[in-house]
């Protein structure tokens, strides 16, 4: 066997590889020139420039089946990206996302570094201040921030992420079945174990688990953090102080870490982003799950509430909420509620149709896990449109339908959007872009039952065909939602 078709054979059965996209050269040209048309027209910059630029990727991709992303291209794709990821809530402040280049660095450990360094700076931190007690606060808030490593280029895998996250709790299998952490970390802290890392002599359910980084020869390493980098918050209750026996804490900066990141038929695997908590995804499911810490009815107990009413469950996850949220503003870190996330969320929806862009969005992901009903989303019909740029997991799950549709829709809006503008000026008017989306969602024959697992919207797809569900959603949206200013509104 020869060299190359050894590399080859290693390159095809690279876990990395095996999780992307493969797309062929004129997929790859059809989502470039989408994106970069896309950048120009966001960006009002002239057509001259943008046919220029086009000719260059073009050229590029035809020739080494790869181009590179000017700075400016990266940072609006990472931005778009996140708005067109359809299982977030938080998107209403995607254009502040803070986009850090780091495609030069290609070191695991000089990856590890700029990962504790995205950490810190995330809150607000800077690196020279790393010794701060782990439950200090920042600059008074968490600001969404990516860091982008380098891309895939060729048939090369470079150095990414293991890691789900950049902090995650160990969680440990004893011999009896019974776990010490968190259930979801099993396999990850097995495999640090087995790659050298040496645990806490004294074990605890809230053990940080080392960084595994991958290097682009297939080898894993191992990197911990330096005191002070990750951020806890030490559950206590406003009026409660026995609450605090439980022990239970949580890290304030969820940053997802293996992700891949994809911007014009370019793959970004190391990629790490943060945005904030919302509590419930603390308190209704990482505490309260079953398969996670399972904590309800310790908390129950330590708060005396009848478990023999039906109702005990619901009281619980009302205060671990409270609780949640208690504990991080006393660390000066960024959080929100389940209702105030959805009311900014239903502002986003309502700035993207009048920007003529149609919002994508799974029900399942966006509404909150505590007090559904309670909450506007609830009641919204959400269609996943597939649209890149986007970031996903793996081509073989949420990464299967990116692409095609979402390129063709873009294109087609673009198109529409100069189109209209040349011929009428009217459009330029406030609410002309979200006028014409509404007709068009008039005009659209797609139900409710196609486009959300709502049971309220699938009931609206009921009724007579005289209107459908986007036609009365433009309706419900057509006056703005109100909400107290979010320390995220930086």
């Not at 977030?88 to 995607?94: D, N």
């Not at 297939?218 to 406003?238: K, T």
């Not at 949580?250 to 790490?272: D, F, K, Q």
């Not at 969602?441 to 486009?451: I, L």
């Amino acid at each position: 066997m020869s060299l190359e078709t050894a590399l080859r054979i290693a390159s095809a059965t690279n876990p990395l590889r095996q999780r992307l996209r493969t797309l062929s050269l004129a997929e790859k040209l059809a989502e470039a020139e989408a994106f970069i048309r896309q950048f120009y027209v966001e960006n009002n910059l002239g057509i001259e420039a943008r046919d220029a630029r086009l000719c260059e990727v073009r050229t590029a991709l035809e020739s080494f089946n790869h181009y590179e992303h000017t700075t400016e291209e990266l940072a609006f794709g990472a931005r778009v990206a996140w708005r067109n990821h359809a299982r977030c809530i938080g998107r209403l402040f995607w254009k502040s996302l803070v986009v850090v280049d780091r495609r030069e660095v290609t070191d695991p450990a000089e990856i590890a570094a700029c990962c504790a360094e995205h950490l810190l700076s995330a809150r607000g931190v800077s690196a020279g201040d790393s010794g701060a007690s782990p439950t200090s606060g920042g600059s008074g808030g968490i600001r969404s921030t990516i860091t982008i490593f380098a891309p895939v280029r060729g048939d090369r895998m470079p150095a990414h992420i293991e890691s789900r996250q950049l902090v995650q709790y160990a969680g440990y299998l004893a011999e009896d079945g019974s776990i010490l952490g968190d259930p979801a970390s099993i396999e990850a802290t097995r495999m640090a174990i087995e790659l050298g890392w040496n645990p806490p002599a004294q074990r605890s359910r809230f053990d940080v688990l080392p960084l595994q980084v991958c290097d682009e020869h297939g080898q894993r390493h191992l990197f911990e953090y330096p005191d002070g980098v990750v951020q806890e918050a030490l559950m206590e209750h406003p009026t409660q102080p026995a609450f605090a026996s439980l022990g239970l804490r949580w890290y304030t900066v969820p940053a997802v870490s293996s992700m891949v990141l994809s911007i014009g038929g370019i793959e970004y695997p190391c990629a790490p982003f943060n945005g904030f908590y919302m509590a419930s995804e603390i308190a209704s499911r990482n505490f309260a799950d079953v398969s996670r810490y399972d904590q309800l009815r310790a908390v129950a107990e330590v708060l005396a509430i009848d478990t023999t009413r039906p109702l005990w469950k619901d009281r619980v996850l009302t205060e671990l909420n409270e609780v949640v949220l208690y504990s991080f503003k006393k660390v000066g870190a960024t959080i929100l509620d389940h209702h105030t996330a959805s009311e900014q969320f239903m502002e986003f929806f309502q700035k993207e149709r009048s920007a003529g862009r149609e919002p994508s969005a799974e029900w399942s992901w966006i509404v909150p896990p505590q007090a559904a009903a309670a909450c506007p989303v609830y009641h919204l019909a959400m269609e996943d449109r597939h649209m890149v740029p986007n970031y996903y997991g793996s081509a073989a799950t949420d990464g299967a339908k990116l692409g095609l549709q979402g390129v063709r829709e873009a294109s087609d809006a673009l198109d529409a959007r100069d189109a209209l503008n040349q011929l009428d000026p009217a459009l330029h008017e406030p609410g002309a872009a979200a006028r014409a989306s509404d007709h068009h969602a008039r005009s659209s024959d797609v139900t409710a039952s196609d486009v959300s697992r709502c049971p309220f919207a699938r009931g609206l797809g009921l009724l007579a065909g005289r209107f459908s569900t986007k036609g009365f959603l433009a309706k419900k949206l057509s006056k703005p939602f109100h909400h107290p200013t979010s320390l995220n509104s930086l």
